[in-house]
Each structure stands twice: as structure tokens, then as C-alpha cells.
Nanobody, 116 residues
Framework: QVQLMESGGGLVQPGGSLRLSCAAS????????MAWYRQAPGEQRELVAI???????DYADSVKGRSTITRDNSKRMLYLQMNRLKPEDTAVYYC??????????WGQGTQVTVSS
């Protein structure tokens, strides 16, 4: 059974940093593209960053230059380092397996709140 467990969120001041983590189980992690999404209150879920199985990364314009997505295949872990956080980064962050087979598999997410 596929499980995705996000952690690392919290309350941070504008300009601060957070490192989000996602522990994946039940899949052959290394062969899949992985992504981070976020959903702010009243908004649709949006793609934040994607990292292919070949470690090619791409980012939403809103976080480009401030965020880094990485993975550790040996640990089945996905990470998102977020720097220079802004209030508009406030959202619940989710990791996701970028394959149609797993389109409905979502973890519980981790809340990021950027506020002074």
C-alpha cells in the first residue's frame, strides 16, 4: 500500500527557511518522478516543484530561486528546502508520486505558515 508522510512544516517568520520531508513507502521510489504541491485556504492545489527519477528539477515561478527539491532514493525520502519564505507561501504542502497510477494517493500534508 502506498503511503506518503510529509513533515517539517511549522510557523516561520518572513524571510525564514524550512525543510520539508516526505517519507514514501509501498512503491519502487527510485523509478518515479516525485513532486511537491501546496494548497492555500480557498485555493486549488498547485504544483510547487517536481524532480524526475533522473534528478531533473523544475519549479513554479513563485518559488524558483528560493526552493530546492531533492531526493534520497536509498531512504525513499523527498525533500523541499524553502528559503526566503513569504506570507504567500502559507499553505499545506503535499508530496506526490507523478504517475497516473498514483494520482489519487496523497498524504496528510504538512502546514507551513509564514507570518510575523
Amino acid at each position: 500500500q502506498v503511503q506518503l508522510m510529509e513533515s517539517g512544516g511549522g510557523l516561520v517568520q518572513p524571510g525564514g527557511s524550512l525543510r520539508l520531508s516526505c517519507a514514501a513507502s509501498g512503491i519502487d521510489f527510485a523509478i518515479y518522478h516525485m513532486a511537491w504541491y501546496r494548497q492555500a485556504p480557498g485555493e486549488q492545489r498547485e504544483l510547487v516543484a517536481i524532480l524526475t527519477s533522473g534528478r531533473k528539477a523544475d519549479y513554479a515561478d513563485s518559488v524558483k530561486g528560493r526552493s530546492t527539491i531533492t531526493r534520497d532514493n536509498s531512504k525513499r525520502m523527498l525533500y523541499l528546502q524553502m528559503n526566503r519564505l513569504k506570507p504567500e507561501d502559507t499553505a499545506v504542502y503535499y508530496c506526490h508520486v507523478e504517475d497516473s497510477v498514483f494520482s489519487n494517493y496523497w498524504g496528510q500534508g504538512t502546514q507551513v505558515t509564514v507570518s510575523s
